[in-house]
Structure formats: structure tokens, C-alpha cells
């Protein structure tokens, strides 16, 4: 896959508002393969979670007392769209929407950056009835580490989308139908 290069990232948050990244996580793909992922934990603002958030990520205030502020990760996760300003999220209305309303929290610039879909592809590639990161990822039988957990969910989203694009025999510039702009 020669010349397939993205960044798949995820989002766990802290409370039902976008804006309230506690963990974010990034797959770097070069030319078709994986070649690093990571995560930080996030400190949202006020350190404040609801009980179903803790639930279904397992991140606490304790986790994340500590951890840097979305603008210091961000400026992180920059430097790597540098070479790259193209992410692909699973269910990218939601992660787009965090990076979004995280800018605009902290009165950060948007930046010019392409993104894609996975679960879009997903509905319009298959005809399974359940579409989520976790389910794709058995059907074909793509390993993950922990679901709900921002660089493995970021892998997997990569490893996926890979998937997908290998079914749909096309590269970025065909995958229209499934991408955006931030």
C-alpha cells in the first residue's frame, strides 16, 4: 500500500462534552504499515467526570490530575500532522467534533486537515448489522488491546481502515464518499 499515509485517532472524554478529552491516541501509518502509536492521558478542564464515562474507559480524576491540557497534547499530536494532515477516525463525527470544540474551548487555530471515516466506509463497503470499532475488529479478525482506550482503539481504527481500503481496491483520493474537512 505504497503511498498510503494517515494518522487513525481516538478520543475517550470525561463527561458527555466534546470538549472533555481525558485521553487521546494516535496510529501512524506509513506507505501501508503501522509504524507507531501512542496515547496521553488528558487532564480535561476542571478534572470533572461523570460516572458513565469512568464505566465505559476506566479513567479517573486521579489518572489524569496530573496529566497536561488538551492545548499541550494537541501541539504534540501537531508535530506528527505535520508530515501528515490526514486523520481517520472511527465514527469520525465524534472525534472530529472533540478536536473541534477542544480549539474552540481553548481558543486554538483550526488547522487544514483532511479526514476520513472508518465507520462510514464500513457501512457503505459491508453489510453487517452492527457496525462499531470492536465488532468490525473480530469479523476480521483484527487484534486490539483494550476497546475503550485511545491509542489501542486508535489501532485498531488504522488496522481497519487499511482493511477497508485493501476491500475497496482504492486509495485515499476514491474514498470521497467518507471523508471531510476540520
Known amino acids: 500500500m505504497q503511498g498510503i499515509n494517515f494518522i487513525a485517532i481516538d478520543f475517550e472524554t470525561a463527561t458527555g462534552k466534546r470538549a ?16 507507531e502509536t501512542r496515547s496521553w492521558l488528558v487532564r480535561p478542564q476542571g478534572n470533572s467526570y461523570s460516572y458513565w464515562n469512568m464505566q465505559i474507559h476506566g479513567i479517573r480524576p486521579n489518572d489524569t490530575v496530573n496529566s497536561p491540557e488538551f492545548p499541550e497534547v494537541w501541539a504534540e499530536i501537531c508535530e506528527y ?55 468490525l475488529c473480530d469479523q476480521f479478525k483484527i487484534s486490539y488491546g483494550q476497546h475503550h482506550r485511545a491509542g489501542d482503539d486508535a489501532e485498531m ?26
Not at 472533555?20 to 509504524?35: F, H, L
Not at 470544540?101 to 452492527?130: V, W
Open 20 to 35: 472533555s478529552i481525558c485521553e487521546a491516541g494516535i496510529c501512524v501509518v506509513r506507505n501501508g504499515e503501522i509504524v
Open 81 to 135: 500532522l505535520k508530515d501528515t494532515p490526514v486523520l481517520v477516525a472511527h465514527n469520525a463525527a465524534f472525534d472530529i467534533g472533540c478536536i473541534r470544540h477542544s480549539l474552540e474551548l481553548y481558543g486554538m487555530e483550526k488547522p487544514d486537515i483532511t479526514y476520513y471515516c472508518s465507520l462510514r466506509a464500513a457501512r457503505r463497503l459491508y453489510n453487517f448489522g452492527c457496525n462499531s470499532l470492536d465488532y
Open 157 to 182: 481504527c488504522a488496522r481497519l481502515f487499511l482493511r477497508e481500503l485493501k476491500d475497496a481496491g482504492c486509495g485515499l483520493e476514491e474514498m470521497g464518499y467518507c471523508n471531510g474537512i476540520l
